[in-house]
């Protein structure tokens, strides 16, 4: 606890000034955490050979026919031999899909950019395949590039890793929350904002919610199993996460602190996973 | 309250489970810790370090998350909040590392305390978070400063 910087760190100076006191700038910090993985990258056809493979180690005689593709694929990302035979890290990856009775999805959207992250748990821990995540978006979208959606790259996670690698794709960190008003809209509104993200505000908006309307969006909707939970979620940038869904008279759109998803994720991750070993 | 007693640890006074023991730890004010649970099981604990400092809340903060940063193994910084339950400026951070092969999630509270910055760190596996959630928010709002005067910053 000691060498403390001399200077005062550079102050949030909008939101210091809705807040009624001084607080530091925490909206560089999640950039520094991207999601990351060494893992191949694969196709959903390669992908859903994997899973085919899975319970014995390898394909079936009817099963290599037609495959050559999918199987050359899973070839170069050194998952399968050439005769469907998965290799070492083939099974090590394909290991959770075997006692996978626990899953989690994210589909997700940035402007025109799409994506997705899918779980499978199992006994020994969580077959990752991931789209590109939300910093990888970001960073497409401002070069203006396309990114590729079909492809997914795949990764294991232990148990308790699992929360940790979905925030850091989802690009969850400190941020300042601040309620906006309206907080319900009329569902046609949200949605040409999530198509446009020039599309005009409700009229009646005050300069918090104006203030999250501007920030670029990736919108998500997550969905676990069991249990059955789902959420719609927007990560609007230095305005942190927002969760919208259907309430009376429109689409409700609240602000989610980052320490509230935080505990949705470890909660309904953990709750899913528990009821796999029930 | 009776399974919640006080515990005197140096700078501050809070409330812990019956059954969490005092440890010995280098370099910090007062550690507390769950009992043992066998072998393998991370203990969940609580670290307390005060240091004299005129550093405001804002600089204590913004340290706090880059030395965590820097000197942690794979941080993941997952949430910064005003802890507006403390009556002195403070924040409550939340993190995860990972470390031999476990995510530890570490809620760490801050506090300017008239002249000195004091912090207190609880830590558990991501796994036991479930668990213990809400007795960590319990035992940092049972904080109360022994040698607090009115001119935190």
Known sequence: MTDYPPKQPRLDEWTSGIAQEELEV?????????????GPWVDLAALQLLFKAAPKGKLGRFELSGQEEPIDRLAEAGLMTATGKLTREGEFLAGPARSAAAGVQLSGSLGSLRTGLQLWIGESGALVAAGPSYHA????????EPVNSQLMQLDFVGHESIPTAV??????????SIAGE??????????ARIADDTAPAPAEADSRFLRMWHEPWAVYTVAMSPGGFRAGLINAAASGFYRFGKVDGGVGLTPLPSGQLWSVLVNEIGGAAAGRRR | MDDYPVINAGVLRLRHPINWQPVQQEQVDFALAAPEAGKGTFRANAVIRSEATDATIQQLSTWSIASAMADL???YMIAVNLWPTAAVPA???????????RCIYVNKYIFAVSGRAVELTFSCTVLQLQSYAQLFTFMASSVEFTSETAGGR
């Open chain 1, 182 to 191: 309206p907080g319900v809209l009329p569902a046609a509104v949200l949605e």
């Open chain 1, 137 to 144: 978006l970001l960073a497409a979208a401002r070069r203006g």
């Open chain 1, 167 to 176: 925030g850091q794709w989802l690009g969850l960190g400190p941020a300042w």
């Open chain 2, 73 to 75: 193994p794979n941080v």
């Open chain 1, 26 to 38: 925490l909206s560089g910090i999640s950039a520094k955490q991207p999601y990351t993985s060494g």
């Open chain 2, 91 to 101: 924040r409550s951070l939340e993190f995860t590392y990972e470390a031999e092969g």
